[in-house]
């Protein structure tokens, strides 16, 4: 109790500069007029930006005054202090539960979301990271960690796939390749690791056992979309050569009726001139 005091005293210790302060102003205006769910009109119906209902736009509108209001309790240097923190610390839940959640709901688009959840994902790898160095990173903590990069991992693959229908491949492809780089800077970090903290060796072989999932996933995507492009390719190659097949028998068809009404021609012709032969031969 009296290490938690002395805690929450150093934390009401925290103060910003004007700059920083006028920083996070902003940040939060932004924040809430982001989250400002305008509704449009589908099939005659109101439905809200981004597939909520008008329950859940209530529901956003309170999760949004009990995270502000919670935010403006316990001051912006106290969110601020909180972005350091990992499992254990006092801060921690207010970084989870507070900090990303914002960040979550700010982000409004699949392509501002798969950032954020790439983003969350990369933070549980760091925590990792930092609670090995200081070989605090218990088993408990460690499957917590784990369970958590892999939840947020998922969602941005999922985002991605929306990326890939309203933006294109192009940007799925440059999202995918953005969180291929970033995590696997982190397998090296975890490599290294591995050796210099045989304590929590194991657990780091699980988390990089995740990140290859994650990339294998990845990849299974881009392959995915790389036969769908390829199946697109050779059926237009297909249909293409079905058409010229068409038209070269089209041709040949007409050259053949025209050859048989030529040969038929020429035969009247000679028919013809037998018939004037036998005519001069009788006379």
Do not use: C, W
């Not at 209530?58 to 309790?73: C, M, N």
């Not at 914002?102 to 699949?110: C, F, G, K, N, R």
């Not at 954020?116 to 903590?141: D, G």
């Not at 059926?235 to 079905?242: F, M, P, R, T």
């Amino acid at each position: 109790m009296k290490n938690i005091e002395e805690q929450l005293k150093t934390l009401r210790e925290i103060t910003l500069d004007v700059d920083k302060k006028a920083a996070v102003r902003e940040n939060l205006v932004h924040t809430m007029h982001d989250l400002k769910v305008s509704p449009v009109r589908n099939a005659g119906a109101k439905r809200l930006h981004y597939g909520a209902n008008i329950f859940e736009k209530v529901r956003l509108k309170k999760q949004i005054a009990v995270i502000v209001a919670s935010t403006l309790f316990l001051g912006v240097g106290t969110s601020f202090a909180a972005e350091s923190t990992v499992p254990g610390d006092v801060l921690y839940p207010m970084k989870v539960h507070v900090n990303e959640k914002v960040q979550e709901m700010s982000a409004l688009t699949p392509k501002a979301q798969v950032k954020v959840q790439a983003r969350i994902a990369e933070r549980r790898l760091e925590e990792v990271e930092k609670l090995a160095r200081e070989n605090r990173l218990s088993t408990t903590t460690a499957e917590s960690l784990e369970a958590e990069f892999e939840k947020h991992a998922d969602r941005s693959r999922k985002e991605i796939e929306k990326i890939a229908e309203k933006n294109g491949e192009d940007e799925a492809e440059k999202a995918r390749s953005n969180i291929e780089t970033n995590f696997s800077e982190h397998q090296k970090i975890l490599n290294v690791l591995k050796e210099d903290k045989p304590r929590s060796g194991e657990h780091m072989n699980n988390m990089l056992k995740r990140i290859d999932e994650n990339a294998k996933d990845l990849s299974e995507m881009r392959n995915a979309t790389f036969k769908k492009k390829s199946d697109g390719v050779q059926k237009n190659v297909d249909e293409k050569e079905k058409e010229r097949s068409m038209i070269e028998r089209k041709e040949d068809k007409n050259n053949a009726l025209s050859t048989e009404t030529s040969f038929q021609k020429e035969a009247g012709q000679l028919n013809d001139t037998d018939k004037n032969e036998d005519n001069e031969n009788d006379i």
